[in-house]
């Protein structure tokens, strides 16, 4: 018998075994309810990275970033000196790197256990990123950058004015944009060195966005977002009523999505003008995630997860949370269940009715599920069914898929068809 693998990431993949009928999927809520919620201690700002098993890790202001199982249930708890607000970023072998408010850098084994922890001077709120050589870059509030090799071993640190709560993006040329709370973007050399420094009217706490032609899109306290061009010249800025910390999303139109303290969500074409605009009732910290169905999704302070037609701005459909805090931002992980912290201490996991995140050039905050922070184009998945095997009649076979990978979105889930010859059992 022979039989087609399906690979469920960012494309499917076929490839060809001899083997039998499997598929582990998850049981599905309908769209728009809520599947499970896991409670933390105390408020969850943290926004939730995704592992290659589908399991989700998050902070908590209890001090402790938790693993858990894509049925909601506690995988491990990591505990460290002080509140987790920094989201986890995820090295392609497994390995997790968070900031605490105990002005620490974690590394932690995809065990629970720490593999090394490297200090600063002050509290780190900024999320880290991940370049395609391994090497971490974080901001603290002692006013530094970061970089750090995946040893714990100190590469060199940049210097800015104010706090670095801005967490860093990295380019396909190694080029690492950052903000800062003295109101500069700023360009670093993959050696440490200032490339440019780009000066806007308020603090940054926007994370950079960055489209596939290399332009950087961030938000700004003077209530703007900006365009800037890859050499540091401004391409265009668009005005909101509100201060912007939510960062931007790119869709694959390369149309942008961000939220203002203005109470609205904005949709902006590619030549700063706008698209739409759409409405809630409270501040709009949240960063926006995009599904591969067109919807994108956005949590306010007016305690409500929305789901938006992003082609149109109509709302499709409102989850009322329970005091949603803002700036814990929002994840579709496999099979399109959302994960979204709040201010109450849970996780919430919501269906969405998509089957991913969007193929775009940055379609959530920190442009993928493992939050890597880099515009790395998709490599899709690589499957690897095993070895063909001979099994006689009324034989049993056993299926291994675990040579299969993908270093964007990892494969824990799979599913196995007969595709040719007289159906078997």
């Not at 306010?300 to 803002?326: H, R």
């Not at 076979?397 to 007969?418: C, E, H, M, R, V």
Request: with cysteine; aromatic share 12%; net charge negative.
């Amino acid at each position: 018998m022979r039989v087609r693998l399906l690979s469920r990431c960012f494309y499917s993949v076929i490839l060809f075994a001899f083997a039998c009928s499997f598929s582990p999927f998850i049981s599905q809520a309908a769209e728009g309810e809520e599947k499970w919620k896991f409670q933390t201690g105390s408020t969850i700002l943290s926004s939730p990275a995704i592992g290659d098993d589908g399991a989700i890790y998050v902070g908590s202001n209890d001090s402790n970033l938790y693993a858990i199982n894509p049925g909601g249930v506690k995988k491990w708890a990591f505990q460290a000196g002080n509140q987790i607000q920094s989201s986890p970023a995820i090295s392609s072998e497994g390995v997790l790197y968070v900031g605490a408010y105990d002005y620490k850098l974690y590394a932690i084994n995809p065990d629970g256990t720490k593999a090394w922890e490297f200090p600063t001077t002050a509290e780190i709120y900024s999320s880290p990123a991940i370049d395609s050589d391994g090497v971490i870059y974080v901001g603290s509030d002692d006013t530094h950058l970061y970089a750090i090799d995946d040893k714990g071993a100190k590469k060199w640190s940049f210097p800015t004015k104010d706090r670095v709560r801005s967490s860093p993006a990295v380019s396909y040329d190694g080029t690492i944009y950052v903000g800062s709370d003295d109101g500069n973007l700023y360009a670093i050399k993959s050696d440490g060195n200032q490339k440019w420094v780009f000066p806007t009217g308020g603090m940054i706490r926007s994370s950079p966005a960055i489209g596939s032609d290399g332009v950087i899109y961030v938000g700004s306290a003077d209530k703007n977002v900006y365009a800037i061009n890859t050499d540091g010249t401004e391409k265009w800025k668009f005005p909101t009523d509100g201060s912007i910390s939510s960062s931007i999303v790119i869709g694959p139109d390369s149309s942008l999505y961000v939220g203002s303290e203005d109470k609205y969500v904005y949709s902006i074409k590619s030549d700063g003008t706008e698209r739409w605009r759409f409405e809630t009732s409270g501040a709009v910290l949240s960063s926006p995630v995009l599904g591969n169905n067109g919807v994108l999704y956005v949590g306010s302070d007016d305690k409500f997860l929305y789901a938006i037609n992003a082609n149109d701005g109509a709302i499709k459909w409102s989850l009322n949370l329970t005091n949603v805090a803002g700036p814990s931002s929002p994840t579709i992980g496999f099979g399109g269940v959302l994960y979204m912290g709040c201010g109450d201490g849970s996780l919430y996991a919501v269906e969405t009715g998509a089957e991913r995140i969007a193929v775009s050039p940055w379609p959530l905050f920190k442009h993928d599920v493992r939050h890597t922070g880099r515009n790395n184009s998709n490599q899709g998945p690589i499957a690897g069914a095993g070895s063909d095997q001979k099994v006689k009649q009324e034989g049993s076979a056993t299926l291994n898929g675990s040579a299969s990978a993908d270093p964007d979105y990892g494969i824990p889930l799979f599913k196995w068809t007969q595709s040719d010859g007289t159906s078997v059992a």
